[in-house]
């Protein structure tokens, strides 16, 4: 197994970090944690997404096996996504983050509103 630096910019673990870093991503991971869903839910449950945002943001996961697209046979056709293993990973550390953001946001609010008054 290669060794990855983050720091090195032709190193792979950037586009990792990038996808894995993006605001949508995390959302949507923390979307699906409870289970498959289909498009217009994710849109609801990932409020303030545009539909073309949204799609381009599940293709890019998908194709980075953090989740899977499954289209049903029916009229309309129905298609849900839901986190591969590799995806379901991810959720302890994005909730970590998460949980991190909720208690220190007053501070990190406060922080912002003290440099625009300099």
């Not at 293709?59 to 697209?69: H, P, Q, Y």
């Not at 309309?76 to 220190?104: F, H």
């Amino acid at each position: 197994m290669t060794q990855g630096n983050a720091f090195d910019p032709e190193c792979p673990t950037r586009q990792v970090l990038d996808r894995i870093g993006d605001r949508w991503t995390v959302l949507i991971v923390l979307s699906l944690r409870d289970g498959a869903r289909r498009f217009t839910e994710l849109r609801k449950a990932v409020n303030g997404v545009t539909p073309k945002v949204l799609t381009q943001t599940l293709r890019a996961m998908e194709r980075d096996g953090l989740l899977t697209r499954r289209v049903f046979a029916e009229v309309p056709p129905r298609v849900e996504y839901e986190l591969t293993p590799l995806g379901m990973s991810l959720q302890g550390p994005i909730q970590a983050i998460t949980d991190w953001a909720e208690k220190n946001m007053s501070e990190v609010m406060a922080a912002r509103e003290a440099a625009l008054q300099t």
